[in-house]
């Protein structure tokens, strides 16, 4: 490598800029609200950080060009930015998820307490807790920050000392580096036309599915592929492409598991009444 190709790295101040926080925000909303979806429904939850690498990188380079289009000039986008703006979409929807959002924070409430039964085995009277901002906001900064304090002593001997690679951010940093070159913008527009795709796809097809739904328990989210007496004992297929994506991410072992255990829980264990 010569010593043009050499790029002097910005300190970290300039790195954290005013659209960098606004991007980081807006693609943060957008993952969380993604996130909070597949949690509720399929329960897995996929690695996202190559997708938001991307994201962001399409945000400020429209920006950019828009400020040039109007006769602005603004500071060049460079692998640091996009790189922390990609972490912070990443810690907004982690919290989304690790603060329980999807799962125990917001079933601590009384309506759920008094559904689940008052007098059931580990529903003690006055065990519930309505939600709040104060609380809330208190205990999701215990809960993230627990991995702050973990993560940041283990840094020098992990990365720096033992050099270990890991596989989600090797191919995000990969990814980076890829979008900063002479044929980056290229391959970034491909990728948001393959997004974009299958963006419109899924949603057409919920919007199909919406349109041919009854109730609950209707319409392709509870399918009787296998006859109406098979569905009475939960076997039914449920068409939602939020299962179909999940599964393409997944690999065969956990598929066949998922599977695997529906059919021994829900169609064995116990299955409908």
């Not at 002593?153 to 270990?164: A, N, V, W």
């Not at 072992?253 to 695997?260: D, E, G, I, Y």
């Amino acid at each position: 490598m010569s010593q043009r190709d050499v790029k002097r790295v910005l300190p970290w101040t300039k790195q954290i800029t005013v659209r960098g926080i606004i991007a980081s925000v807006l693609i943060g909303i957008i993952y969380s609200v993604i996130v909070m979806k597949l949690n509720l429904t399929t329960g897995l939850v996929p690695n996202l950080n190559v997708s938001a690498a991307l994201l962001a990188f399409v945000f400020i380079r429209t920006w950019t060009k828009l400020l040039q289009n109007a006769g602005f000039v603004s500071s060049p986008f460079t692998r640091q930015e996009n790189t922390i703006i990609q972490t912070c979409a990443v810690a907004c929807y982690s919290i989304a998820v690790g603060g329980g959002f999807g799962s125990y924070l917001l079933g601590l409430n009384k309506k759920t307490y008094e559904q689940a039964g008052i007098d059931t085995e580990g529903n003690s009277p006055g065990s519930y807790k309505e939600p709040g901002l104060g609380w809330m906001t208190g205990f999701l900064f215990v809960v993230s920050f627990v991995g702050l304090l973990a993560l940041v002593p283990l840094r020098k001997i992990m990365i720096i000392d033992y050099k270990l690679t890991y596989p989600s951010g090797t191919a995000t940093a990969v990814l980076i580096n890829g979008f900063h070159t002479a044929k980056g913008d290229k391959m970034a527009k491909k990728q948001v036309h393959g997004f974009m795709k299958f963006f419109s796809i899924s949603f057409l097809w919920g919007l199909f599915q919406w349109f041919f739904s009854g109730g609950e328990q209707c319409g392709f989210s509870n399918f009787p592929t296998f006859g109406l007496k098979a569905w009475k004992q939960s076997f039914y297929f449920d068409f939602s492409m939020t299962y179909i994506g999940a599964g393409m991410i997944c690999s065969h072992l956990v598929n066949l598991s998922l599977l695997l255990g529906a059919v021994l829980s829900w169609g064995i264990m116990w299955p409908a009444d």
